[in-house]
């Protein structure tokens, strides 16, 4: 991680709730800049118990005994409490921040954004990097404006999405680059001397929330595009099949196979040691990774052992 030649008395104000926010807040603390405020969601229900979780950002900030609020909204009649700080970062919060919180801060809010603006606008853009097969990714460091990820952009970093990688593995490394493009950005824009750029709206492609619904398996696509929904639904939703004879299964991996299935989309043509091989409407999918209901993630060869598929077609 690059060290961040800060001014002796910056501060930095912080909005951020998931795990992957919690590199950059560390990135900062680490800078001795002061950290006025932390803003994090409220806490939320998790878990089989559904009991009240607090947020990975507020446990860091509790641990690093820095200031904490909880709004449920922004909007009125909260107010930007205190002294205004000289910048607020912002990364995963989860809440829009209306114009008095944009404001607040001396030189305005800086977002760190999960992919290489304008593609990817929006609440998933690691899934939906992964889902369309793009090559590479990154980190954008956003000045904010009020639209959705439009402002200019001071810096981004790229990085190249694995071929077989998952939206869980790109998450993390993602995380860790935010941290990194976040020290490198942060001289120049505290210093006033960073010149963001504006984006090129024409290029712009969003990226709405993950619902559960798209994890279901549609055995009459490519099986490239079916690989790929796997990886990007990895480690939530999870993709999912259902089978002719009403089971369900999960799909945590597979492999796209090249050649012609020469048999109906969803039809079983190989079953063994290797795995599962379901036709597709292009191609071949084996499925090397799976859960039954109230079972465990087991390999496909497992399952096999256990339960036959004689017979067996899974249906879109």
């Not at 460091?141 to 009020?146: C, I, N, P, S, T």
Request: charged residues 20%.
């Amino acid at each position: 991680m690059p060290s961040a030649s800060l001014h002796a008395d910056a501060r930095i104000a912080f909005a951020g709730t998931p795990g992957f926010a919690v590199p950059a807040l560390k990135a900062i603390v680490a800078t001795r800049a002061a950290v006025p405020l932390v803003l994090t969601q409220p806490d939320r229900p998790a878990g089989r118990g559904r009991r009240l979780t607090a947020s990975p950002v507020k446990e860091l900030a509790g641990e690093l005994g820095l200031p904490l609020a909880q709004p449920a909204t922004l909007r009125e009649p909260a107010e930007p409490p205190g002294d205004r700080p000289d910048l607020m970062v912002v990364i995963a919060y989860g809440l829009l921040l209306p114009r008095k919180w944009l404001d607040w801060p001396r030189l305005g809010c800086i977002n760190l954004h999960a992919s290489l603006l304008p593609r990817w606008r929006g609440a998933a853009p690691i899934q939906r990097a992964v889902l369309a097969g793009d090559g590479e990714t990154g980190i954008s460091v956003m000045q904010m404006d009020a639209g959705l990820d439009t402002g200019p952009v001071h810096l981004t970093r790229a990085t190249p999405i694995g071929l077989r990688e998952t939206a869980g593995a790109l998450h993390d490394r993602l995380a860790a680059l935010a941290a990194d493009a976040l020290l490198e950005a942060l001289p120049a824009v505290l210093a006033g001397t960073s010149h963001p750029e504006p984006q090129r709206d024409a290029l712009a492609t969003l990226a709405p929330k993950i619902t559960k619904a798209e994890a279901l398996l549609d055995w009459r696509e490519p099986a490239v595009q079916l690989e790929r929904r796997v990886r990007a639904f990895e480690p939530w939703p999870i993709a999912e099949t259902r089978s002719s004879d009403g089971r369900r299964l999960r799909v945590f991996e597979a492999a796209a196979l090249p050649g012609e299935p020469g048999e109906p989309a969803g039809k079983i043509v190989a079953a063994g040691r290797d795995g599962i091989d379901v036709a597709t409407g292009d191609g071949v999918l084996r499925l090397l990774k799976i859960q039954p209901p109230s079972g465990r993630v087991m390999d496909a060869a497992a399952y096999l052992a256990a339960h036959s598929l004689a017979g067996v077609t899974f249906v879109a």
